[in-house]
């Protein structure tokens, strides 16, 4: 196996320069950087990334924080993280939170050894000591669907959003309009469910309808509590002509409750999800989308320049759209009846 000497010696150079051609070094002349380049494919020589990463003092890693890295939504701002880091010198680290204990310990461990040379962080939005921590530490991170003032982020407005879904709804005529989403105040601090609350509300007050508690259920985020949660809407007197669901794993949970009570989508519910994953589009489901590829690409291109020393804007908000497909309709008219 050939080794830098080897390169080194073939080329006429020194071992210094080598190592300043792998590195993309500026100060090499082109004559001599392609002797050096083709003195490395000649000898099939391939740098032990080991001892690369000690000669920059760098990992050449990023690190990721998750929550819940099998949820659809964060499956597609994953994939977007991969492909910003395509062609990049970057490995990829994935530490993955399912408690409220591995979000802490993650966010205080990534910090220390310098493990990572800059950090990605989805859907958790740090305290101000974690911000801190993160600026001694002089670790560069970018949060994606989160936010903290001292941190770059890339976040869409939820607060329009769920008006945008609330105000569909209304459009068609409904007047008995459900909202299904997550608790709140939740343990890792998630605070989209309840913006979209939020919005549904401003909705409903702009129409001038009535907010009814009855028509608003909480829970723990999966497809099996929203399924839940919708049968209780069903036993309401009178029960609700349509349901918004705070994300589309919630709608799915809604869809399968409304088969079983003998509900007909769209003709006796109209059901709205949220986030727009690829299981929305084979279900025909109306949803509100946001661009959950481009945000993992935004927060890569974010954190690149961030390493590369270049000024970067502190908050990237992206658009929203409405996709109208097959679980949306104006009301039945009269009373409902099952078949």
């Known amino acids: 196996m050939a080794t ?4 080194a010696r073939l080329a006429g150079v020194g071992v210094g320069t080598v190592s300043r051609v792998l590195n993309n070094h ?8 392609r002797r050096v380049l083709e003195a490395i494919e000649a000898l099939n020589y391939h740098p032990d990334p080991s001892a690369r990463r000690l000669s920059l003092r760098r990992t050449l890693t990023i690190g990721v924080i998750v929550p819940f890295i099998t949820n659809p939504s964060v499956v597609e701002r994953l994939r977007g993280i991969t492909l910003g880091l395509e062609g990049t010198e970057y490995d990829l680290v994935i530490f993955n939170v399912e408690t409220v204990q591995n979000r802490d310990r993650y966010f205080k461990e990534v910090v220390r050894g310098k493990r990572v040379d800059g950090l990605i962080v989805i859907s958790l939005s740090p305290t101000d000591d974690e911000a801190e921590r993160f600026a001694q530490a002089d670790l560069p991170v970018v949060l994606v669907d989160a ?3 001292r941190l770059p982020h890339v976040i869409i407005d939820d607060v329009q959003g769920g008006m945008m879904a609330t105000q569909h709804l209304i459009n068609l005529g409904h007047r008995r309009i459900a909202f299904l989403g997550d608790i709140h105040p939740n343990p890792f601090g998630f605070t989209a469910s309840y913006h979209r609350y939020l919005g549904y509300m401003q909705a409903l ?10 028509y608003v259920v909480l829970g723990e985020h999966s497809r099996y509590t929203a399924y839940a949660l919708a049968m209780g809407l069903f036993d309401q007197s009178p029960p609700p002509t349509a349901i918004f669901a705070a994300s589309d794993t919630q709608a799915l949970g809604v869809l399968a409750a409304a088969r079983e009570a003998g509900y007909h989508v769209p003709e ?3 059901v709205v999800g949220y986030d727009d994953v690829e299981t929305a589009h084979y279900l025909g489901l109306t949803t509100i989308h946001q661009p959950l590829v ?3 690409i935004e927060g890569v291109s974010l954190l690149m320049k961030i390493l590369a020393g270049e000024e970067v804007p502190n908050e990237i908000r992206l658009p929203l759209s409405l996709v109208v497909r097959q679980t949306t ?9 099952i078949a």
């Open 4 to 7: 830098i000497r080897d390169v």
């Open 26 to 33: 500026p100060s090499v002349r082109e004559q001599t950087r």
């Open 147 to 149: 936010a903290h003032p």
């Open 205 to 214: 007050e702009k129409a001038e309808l009535p907010y009814e508690e009855k």
């Open 268 to 270: 006796d519910l109209s």
């Open 294 to 296: 481009d945000s993992g």
């Open 329 to 337: 309709a104006p009301p039945r008219p009269g009373p409902k009846t």
